[in-house]
């Protein structure tokens, strides 16, 4: 399996924009993560599913941002419009599961001008 | 909630010195606790793991014993190498229903100089 699969790498656009970063869990995964790095606040959590189904979004930061899971095998991050403070690294992750371990993607670098 | 504690970075050491991260954790129920490894440009991926209390998580090297007691997961090595500089996180999954919640503490960077 390629692992967890994230799109784009690199991400740079204009205040007000809207950004999409999209993710390909693993074949079989049934938890999939959207995680945010930042050098202030760390690793936060944003949102998390389970067999498709938003099972906690309280971490999402404010309503322009958004996440879907249409199916088993992929996932949307939305931010509407975007601002220079979602500047940061974004982490898909996925597992299987309970107490399963939790696979990153590669992360998606987002610069906001 | 759920949360972890890490002890604050940058941690340098010289190639060969003894290295231990500390890790706090507090949780409801029986979490199982991880170790993470973030080497730069990359994501992070498992270093080990333990699942109940006393457990011992171990690979590469690097060593990690569950105490419940103490509700900590200290992260150890006998004799750090220069590829072993990258950033730590400590992070507890709960089981939550037929999935499992991971929570992630602010990692600890970790420099190894010759």
């Known amino acids: 399996d390629a692992g967890v699969i994230q799109s784009p790498r690199h991400e740079v656009t204009e205040m007000g924009q809207e950004v999409t970063l999209r993710c390909k869990p693993i074949?079989?995964?049934?938890?999939l993560f959207w995680y945010r790095q930042t050098m202030m606040r760390g690793l936060e959590l944003l949102i998390y599913?389970?067999?498709?189904?938003?099972?906690?979004d309280s971490g999402m930061p404010e309503d322009r941002f958004s996440a879907k899971m249409p199916n088993a095998s992929f996932s949307t991050l939305k931010i509407q419009p975007s601002e220079p403070r979602d500047s940061a690294v974004y982490f898909c992750?996925?597992?299987f599961g309970r107490g399963g371990e939790a696979f990153f993607g590669q992360g998606t670098r987002l610069t906001v001008v | 909630g759920d949360s972890v504690t890490q002890m604050e970075g940058p941690v340098t050491l010289s190639e060969e010195a003894f290295l231990t991260i500390n890790c706090t954790y507090t949780?409801?129920?029986?979490?199982?606790l991880f170790w993470y490894v973030q080497y730069p440009g990359e994501g992070l991926q498992l270093l080990l793991k333990?699942?109940?209390?006393?457990d011992k998580g171990s690979n590469k090297g690097f060593e990690a014993t569950y105490r419940k007691e103490t509700t900590s997961f200290h992260l150890e090595k006998g004799s750090v190498q220069v590829s072993d500089s990258a950033v730590y996180f400590c992070?507890?999954?709960?089981?939550?229903?037929?999935?499992?919640?991971?929570?992630f503490g602010t990692g600890t960077r970790l420099q190894v100089t010759l």
């Open positions: 992750a996925s597992s």
């Open positions: 333990a699942t109940k209390a006393d």
């Open positions: 074949s079989g995964h049934n938890s």
């Open positions: 992070a507890l999954s709960r089981d939550t229903g037929t999935a499992s919640k991971l929570t």
């Open positions: 949780a409801t129920g029986y979490p199982s």
């Open positions: 599913f389970n067999n498709n189904v938003p099972i906690d």
